[in-house]
C-alpha cells in the first residue's frame, strides 16, 4: 500500500491539513500525519527543530474524523519533518509527500519562501514525489475546492515519475466555479512582495503588497485571479550548467 506523509506550515490543528489528509485517506493510501506544532509559515526548506537532550520533541494528537490515521505534533519545521519522515522517524518512510493546504496562494519566486513548498521540494531531493497544496485567500475559505482539486491531481501525481513536485494553487471558490485545471509558469513576481517603508535606528519596517504576476499570460498568479485552479512542476535544487565559469576559475589559478 503507498504510504503518505501528510504536512503542512500553518501548523498541525489547521482545518486545511486535516482536509488534505482526508483527500489521501478516501483515497485508500496508508497514511500518517506529522506537523509543526506552531504555525511555521515562510519557513521554505529549514531544517530547524526543538530537541530536549538531543531529543526532537513530539506529542500524539487526535482529528476526530479520521480515527484510524496517526497524526504527530512536531516541534519542528515542514521540511524538517519531510525530511525525518522519510528516515522513518513517524513510521514507514513515506511514497509521497502531501502538503498543505495552506492558508494563501503561493505562486511565482515567492514559492522560495513556502513552508509547504519547501517539504515538497525536501522530498523530491530524496527521490519522494510530493504535492504542495494552496488556497487563494478572500472571503470564507473553501477547503472543500482544494482538498476537490487536491484529489484529482493525487491519482497522477501516484503514477509519476519519482522526485516529481508539483504545487498545486486553487482558487477561493464554490468547486462548481472554479474554471478548470491548467499548467502554469511560475510569474516572476509571485502574490506577496515585501517591500521596506521605514529604516531607523534599530530597526526595519516592511510592508506586504500583491505583486503584478496576474499581468503575466500563462503565469500561476495570472490564472489563479481568473479562477482556474493551477498546476506547476517543481525542481529541487540544481547546479546552474550554462552559467560559463571559465574566467571565474582562470583567475582563481
Known amino acids: 500500500m503507498t504510504r503518505v506523509l501528510v504536512t503542512n506550515d500553518d501548523g498541525v490543528d489547521s482545518p486545511g491539513i486535516r482536509a488534505l489528509a482526508g483527500v489521501a485517506a478516501d483515497a485508500g493510501l496508508d497514511v500518517v500525519v506529522a506537523a509543526p506544532s506552531w504555525d511555521s509559515s515562510g519557513a521554505s526548506a529549514s531544517l530547524t527543530a526543538v530537541q530536549d537532550d538531543g531529543r526532537v520533541v513530539v506529542e500524539e494528537r487526535r482529528y476526530d474524523e479520521l ?49 509547504t513548498v519547501g517539504a515538497v521540494l525536501t522530498a523530491a531531493t530524496q527521490g519522494c514525489r510530493g504535492l504542495a497544496v494552496s488556497l487563494d485567500i478572500g472571503g470564507p475559505l473553501h477547503w472543500e475546492t482544494a482538498a476537490a482539486f487536491a484529489a484529482r491531481v493525487l491519482p497522477w501525481l501516484l503514477d509519476a515519475p ?62 489563479l485571479a481568473k479562477g482556474f485552479a493551477c498546476v506547476t512542476p517543481l525542481v529541487a535544487p540544481c547546479e546552474a550548467r550554462d552559467v560559463d565559469t571559465t574566467g571565474l576559475v582562470a583567475a582563481g589559478r
Do not use: C, M, W
Open 67 to 115: 480515527p484510524n490515521v496517526p497524526v504527530v505534533a512536531v516541534e519542528g519545521a515542514p521540511a524538517f519533518i519531510s525530511r525525518a519522515g522519510l528516515r522513518g522517524a513517524f513510521g514507514d518512510p513515506p511514497d509521497v509527500v502531501l502538503s498543505g493546504i495552506n492558508v494563501g496562494a503561493n505562486t511565482g519566486g515567492a514559492v522560495l519562501h513556502s513552508g
Open 162 to 223: 519519482p522526485a516529481t513536485a508539483i504545487n498545486l494553487n486553487v482558487p477561493n471558490l464554490p468547486e462548481d466555479e472554479v474554471a478548470g485545471l491548467e499548467r502554469a509558469h511560475l510569474s516572476s513576481t509571485g502574490t506577496v512582495q515585501a517591500t521596506v517603508t521605514e529604516l531607523g535606528k534599530g530597526y526595519v519596517k516592511l510592508s506586504y503588497t500583491e505583486g503584478d504576476g496576474e499581468s503575466e499570460p500563462g503565469s500561476d498568479s495570472a490564472l
